[in-house]
């Protein structure tokens, strides 16, 4: 493993790039256009899981890149790793009283 730093997700549409993600490597940023996924979970952790691989290896073949999300994300999927939304949580969060800023799992089929 290397020693560089995390790599950072950002959510924006991107109609204009025409794409489900962008990866960023030199940043070791991958953005990703969330509404562009229409709710498909699956979808969007084969997208996550994609810019990451380009990422970690910069020199793989978008055949191998689209290939190994492919395997990775229903895997994923299947154990049922999905997002919980920490920023709509966190923002309400009340200093004083943690407990209140628990995380809920969101309902899957709820957006
Ligand atoms: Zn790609």
Redesign the pocket.
């Known amino acids: 493993m290397s020693e560089k730093g995390k790599i950072e997700v950002r959510f924006r549409k991107l109609g204009r790039e025409k794409a489900f993600?962008l990866?960023w490597c030199d940043q070791r940023v991958i953005e990703v256009d969330e509404s562009a996924h229409k709710g498909d979970e699956m979808k969007l952790l084969d997208t996550i899981c994609?810019?990451v691989l380009?990422i970690a290896n910069p020199r793989l073949a978008?055949s191998t890149?689209?290939k190994l999300a492919a395997e990775l994300a229903p895997v994923l999927y299947n154990i049922g790793y999905r997002r919980i939304h920490i920023n709509e949580t966190t923002t309400k969060d009340d200093p004083e009283n943690p407990t209140k800023a628990e995380p809920s799992i969101a309902p899957e089929a709820g957006r």
């Open positions: 993600g990866a994609h810019e380009h978008e890149v689209l």
